[in-house]
């Protein structure tokens, strides 16, 4: 049974696309997702066995638990993951490995499982702690979400299965030992949430919903026990959800609870959660989100900042806290229908997620910086780095989490490509492709799309095939994008950034042609933003853009380039030529210190020479190298 | 015996003052001396007693250790910090309390210590880690060390006696087992290597030179296991201490590291080591150093950041590191003889440790950042605090390393107001206070400093009491004080920064009139500084000076002061008056995200009005606050 009619994961009123629905050729997303399928899934796989984080479900499951366990805590999640990965690339593809993999993963998971439904390999069995001991820092609960999560995706890309069973399980013991009449508990990291709303949701079984309200609606209270000098705030334990304005803490945990939260307020229509959970999306968006889209200003708590903190060089923006970001926008685009949610999936999309895995697909970004001061040091390809290292992209991780992320979410990037409510289809994304899209009463949609985005604007729309009754179909112009404009056969005219509907009735042979403005342009920091104060930014399109020392003929320069924004940015390839000087920065010192009794020279007919930027998402590909994305202006 | 022609910490062809050199009346040390005499002292032996951190040595002594031990590994520190103050205090004024207090705890210490000198409640007895099984995080070597530089403070203001004896001891076993034939092992933070070469020196006692400058060959070797998600550098085992170029990692421990290694390699006649600790301090101070003084870019490691690393925000600027940078630079200068030296001191004394205590001495800032966005939470007086939490002083930390450090360096800081070399004298910091120097040959120079320094920048030197053979006296003229003036009765002329040797012979009955400029002046910072670019900050003659949201009509207006750099800041009590706009930071936006198609309006024609600055180092002493010291400019 595939039931492509229910959405990846969160719906509202609307739906997102079944993973079948829309087959990329080619192209940005495409080239990344072909990668992932062929270099990231068995390259996760192999590091995992290697590791023995597979094995110890093997351990668990013949009762050899007393020895030292390799692997953090919540390494079980990692494999978890994976197999959510392996299930989106055989919904995609039909892929015999991906689906065999996964049934062989499935039976080492299943054969760990105990008696009650518990499932977790490092508490619980002989010589480990006990169950749910350490609910702030063990992960259990944590790891169960992502189990439920993996399955959730295989029900709606094979049916119900071995790996769906044990889900099953291990949601009721999850629901017996924590619900309304059990352990009043949390767990440090939220994902459990999240997961039990989506598997409550795939299953139409509202105990799994219900249960994932308890664990929202207990959180903010304080219960959990502190982590070594970090506060609630870190576990999102300081103020019920309801109360908060903005996120705050580790970016990823407060992320993952957002988007469980959303999946709730929808399934019970609770709008005042909802609310919650869309004033600290503009909150947090608007005063602690990079130009990237990155989340996570800080390295110490892997956390937001403050509002307005937002230092590029520090700047931390996990990969997997871009991917969390999206969980929320998604949710919150499928509950509201604002395009404003797509917008900021776009951006995070091209400038966050893109920007982690290397080009052969074996190798990952882990942090996210706007700002890198100098090369970073090269890892050693055969061992575990450490994960804040910035610069450079790592084949694996002490904390892995960003891998395995990166891959159940490209295995699955063009569910978020389009939306379905009704007669009315909301094209989100743009890609090349072919969409063919189920809609009410077994109609379908077909469409083709071609594009060269981001390199070029020029999106065409070939109207394959409609269905007899009448049908709206939409486009998102991005808020970037004055100067778009739309054509048919007819017509051409400007579009504004929001929603463009196509006029004239959808027959099949009609075709659209979709222009959005890919000049490169500058982009100011608001003046509150004092980490970037006195610089520009250069985006294209959906693409931000960079300096890279590697395209400067002294690495050192790049401290020393200042814009001149008076002559606008040139496009070349996909990326841009500014106009820059280079100012002196050694002046005449008084002191051993950096600090001076004159202001910096502002020698505004100082000579410019042009300088390359290229997009974000591909710097340290050439060689490690300095960075910068923000640039000061003359 | 009181032997105060030793030098109180580390001598090169110079040494400092005895504590009882020089008597401080009043004034800005003079007062937060005697807090720190009357207050903190007591405090922090409360605290200490409260949390049974001074028991845990009754507990080993009565071999109680099996049971849960209160305080962190390294607690045994902050009592040997405490009895360092005390025997200064004793030295400074014979306070009967201090050398009561003094022997009291010697007396818990000895009883503590192992037959064959080891001394530690934390390792090495029933139901405790073995000794030394953890030299990465376990500290032993980190305690001894505050052990043995207590033992020294003792030695130079009481002479020999028991904590001399058990320091010896201590030293004697850390030298057998560490020695050349013993384990190769160091200290995962250093500050063994700075108290050995301090008693080696004292003592007459070349083994423990020896065993100090083993140690800091050793490191930067990488044999030190790695703390979890940091890597070498954290505790400077990356490189040896020849080969670097600036400080990294963990600020107090790469400057503790430095103090021992310029004490070695000035007492053995090592060039190439002092040359390599004075290229740090360079590179350091001229790319890592906050306009305070303050060391320390970063949370996550309370460590240096790379070269312009230093966000105004998240500065960690741990009152500690200011300690340790001034024990550094006070070695450097003792061995060079080099004013940039007591330049850095001056700073660092008046923006960093004076920042620290609160007026009544029980409560401390851990971190001293240089702008706090918004007023942080109070903390609750009677509970320990996490040590990170900027803008509010707390009686008590957690990690608590600072108010014991602190009490230290006030209860000496005298010692380094002047320094002697032969027949000459050397002012080094100005303040209020009767100096009577020891000079060869059993003469002594007394002096009678008058000034209100630095509220004024007026400083009368009377001279009371001369040797009979010619003796020279120079002043320091502080870096920043351009446009200084020397007055005797009969002439007055204009000095430069650096030395001034006062003219004439000096003979009982000469008085001097310096003067220093303490006009409040702009500065800005290097044009690398990415984090504080735009900006400007006030200073007035050593004080640097800061907005708080307290002197503002509106608190959040601090987010949009704009100075005007074209008016001259004017004087007002210690602080300053500015121009300054207010700009409006709402502008039209397009996007959910802080970030603009169109500059930041720059309309010079706005509207000023004078916003108050205050010292930097009374910040928050009206209630919690926002603040800033760099301020963006029209």
Redesign the interface.
């Known amino acids: 049974m595939r039931d492509n009619t229910v959405p990846v994961d969160a719906p509202g009123r609307l739906r997102g696309l079944g993973v079948d629905e829309f087959r990329l050729r080619g192209g940005f997303w495409g080239g990344l997702q072909a990668v992932n399928a062929t270099a990231t899934l068995q390259h996760c796989l192999e590091w995992m066995e290697r590791l023995g984080w597979i094995a110890n479900f093997d351990r668990v499951a013949r009762g050899d638990t007393d020895g030292e366990r390799p692997g953090w805590q919540f390494s079980d999640s990692e494999i978890y993951k994976l197999m959510e990965a392996l299930a989106w690339e055989y919904g995609r593809t039909g892929s015999a490995w991906a689906d065999e993999t996964f049934v062989a993963l499935t039976e080492r998971v299943a054969a760990a499982q105990d008696g009650d439904g518990y499932l977790n390999t490092c508490y619980g069995h002989g010589g480990q702690a006990e169950r749910y001991s350490d609910l702030s820092s063990g992960h259990e609960l944590y790891c169960t979400g992502h189990l439920l999560q993996a399955a959730v995706a295989r029900l709606r890309t094979a049916g119900e299965d071995k790996l769906v069973e044990v889900a099953r399980r291990a949601a009721d013991e999850v629901c017996r030992t924590f619900g309304a009449d059990g352990q009043d508990g949390i767990c440090g990291h939220p994902e459990i949430e999240v997961g039990l709303a989506e598997l409550g949701r795939a299953l139409g079984e509202p105990r799994y919903t219900e249960q994932a309200r308890l664990f929202i609606e207990r959180r903010g209270r304080g219960t959990l026990k502190p982590v070594t000098?970090?506060?609630a705030s870190y576990f999102q334990d300081d103020l019920p959800i309801r109360e908060a304005d903005a996120w705050r803490g580790h970016a990823v945990r407060a992320l993952y609870l957002a988007a469980g939260a959303v999946d709730v307020a929808v399934d019970t229509d609770d709008t005042d959660l909802l609310n919650a959970v869309e004033r600290q999306w503009?909150r947090s968006?608007?005063?602690r989100?990079y130009?990237t889209g990155g989340m996570g200003s800080?390295?110490?708590d892997e956390g937001f900042?403050?509002?307005?903190?937002l230092?590029?060089?520090?700047a931390y923006c996990e990969t997997c806290a871009g991917i969390a970001s999206n969980m929320v926008s998604w949710r919150l685009y499928l509950a509201t229908g604002e395009p404003?949610y797509a917008?900021?999936m776009e951006?995070t999309f091209y400038n966050v997620i893109a920007a982690s895995p290397a080009e052969d697909g074996k190798a990952f970004f882990y942090a996210n910086p706007l700002?890198q001061?100098?090369a970073a040091a090269d890892v050693r390809p055969d061992e575990v780095n450490?994960?804040?290292e910035g610069g450079v992209r790592a084949p694996w991780f002490?904390?892995s989490c960003c891998p395995t992320n990166l891959a159940r979410t490209l295995a699955s990037w063009q569910a978020y490509a389009a939306s379905v409510e009704g007669d009315q289809v909301s094209l989100l994304q743009y890609a090349n492709g072919d969409m063919r899209i189920a809609l009410e009463n077994g109609a379908e949609l077909a469409l083709r799309i071609s594009t060269e985005y981001p390199r070029t604007g020029a999106i065409r729309i070939e109207v394959l095939e409609t269905p007899s009754d009448p049908i709206e179909l939409r486009l998102r112009i991005p808020?970037?994008a004055?100067g778009a404009s739309l054509a048919d056969e007819t017509t051409a005219y400007a579009v504004e950034?929001g929603w463009s509907v196509v006029p004239g009735p959808l027959k099949a042979g009609k075709v659209i042609e979709l222009n959005l403005p890919v000049d490169p342009?500058?982009?100011?920091?608001?003046?509150?933003?004092?980490?970037?104060?006195?610089?520009?930014?250069v985006e294209r399109g959906p693409l931000v853009l960079c300096a890279e020392s590697t395209d400067l003929a002294e690495p050192q320069a790049i401290?020393?380039l200042r814009i001149d924004?008076t002559k606008l940015p040139l496009a070349e390839g996909d990326g841009a030529i500014v106009r820059a000087a280079s100012?002196p920065?050694d002046?005449a010192k008084?002191?051993?210190?950096?600090?001076?009794?004159?202001?910096?020279s502002r020698d505004r007919s100082a000579e410019t020479s042009g300088v390359r930027l290229i997009p974000y998402h591909r710097w340290a590909q050439r060689g490690s190298a300095a960075m910068r994305v923000f640039l000061?202006t003359i």
């Open positions: 000098l970090l506060d503009a968006v608007e005063r989100t130009l800080r390295h110490q900042g403050e509002d307005w903190e230092p590029p060089d520090r404003k917008d900021l951006r700002h001061r100098s450490p994960r804040a002490d904390v808020d970037w004055e950034p342009r500058f982009t100011w920091p608001d003046e509150r933003i004092d980490a970037v104060r006195g610089c520009v930014a401290e020393t924004t100012v920065v002046p008084q002191a051993a210190l950096p600090y001076h009794s004159t202001p910096p000061p």
